[in-house]
């Protein structure tokens, strides 16, 4: 046990990287935003929770989603709402897919709540290449639906929005991957990380609202949690959870990739090793294969999610098992 989680070495520092950029500051009744009072239109101090990050803090400009629909910032979009934003750029090979994918999953756990009292938010950091049709293609890939919209707008807007929300980096490449979690009515904000476990993110998500806490006030038995992962069933499986199941399925058909039942089957073992370890580069190499895939998949790409050659391993044991260890927990009784 100890040995294999000490083999996933590869995934872990890309996720922990991803966790210790976004765990700055933010925590539950604080700014989204690091901002010194010069920053704050009203300079008050913050001897109230309630309303201080509100219409003055955030900036009402004119955003366009995915569908070509305008909002005002603020009041469509993050007034008196639960909501949960995340940065993106389609053009991301390696994290934000994986950030978008795990979302994904936590919007399937939260069923309805979304839409009616959650709202997600995905906002390009590179609303010149984004327009709302390129984030169309990217909110059908991940099965976006109600209640989650990609957003696009003039580039100096989204940069007044993103830097509001804590999203200051300089480079695209640097962006912050955490989630930012608020409650405008409430005034609370959080920031978490999507590489949380699924179930705990979806119930971070229902406690910003103080009712859903009232009611439920015993923590851990709140959400029908409707995956269950044995972590200790094979060394993949965890790994797999976490870094791939967001994209693919074994066994239960295509996702935002191809169903993996069967793969290490249908694939020479050398291909299937290096296409997990680096799948951007055999695409660029023209790789047959890889490029058929590729358009077969137009909507996503592999990531390179700098897997180790144990964590591969690791997978690859966990792929050939197939079957055996779906996550199906109907299934698995
Ligand atoms: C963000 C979505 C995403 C994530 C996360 C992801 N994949 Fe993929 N994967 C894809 C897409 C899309 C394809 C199809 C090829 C393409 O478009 O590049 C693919 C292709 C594959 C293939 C080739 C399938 C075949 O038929 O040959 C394998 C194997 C694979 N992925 C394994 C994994 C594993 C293992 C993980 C986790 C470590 C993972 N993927 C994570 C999106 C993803």
Known sequence: MASSNGRRIGILVLIALAVAIGAASMSNGTAPATA?????????????KQGLWKDTYFP???????????????????KNKIVVVNFIYSSCSNICPLVTARLSQVKDVLGDHVGRDVFFYSITIDPVLDGPDVLKTYADTYRAGPGWMFLTGAPHDIDLIRHKLGERSRSKAEHRNDVKIGNDRTGEWSRDSAFSDIEVLAETILRMDPEY?????NPGTLLQANTSYDLQSTPGAGLFAKACSGCHTL???????????????????????????????????????????????PGARMPNLGLSNSDTEDLLVYLSAGSVFNHDPVASD
């Open 36 to 48: 010194t009072s010069s920053q704050r239109t009203g300079g008050d101090a913050p001897a109230q």
């Open 60 to 78: 009402n400009a004119t955003v366009i989603s995915h569908d070509g629909r305008a909002f005002r910032f603020y009041d469509d979009l993050i």
């Open 251 to 297: 066994g239960h058909g295509d996702l935002v990739g191809p169903d993996l039942q069967g793969v290490t089957e249908r694939r020479k073992p050398e291909w299937l090793r290096r296409f997990l370890m680096e799948p951007d580069k055999m695409r660029a190499e023209q790789d047959p294969l890889a490029v058929d895939l590729d358009s077969l998949y």
């Open 213 to 217: 806490r009232k009611a439920r006030r």
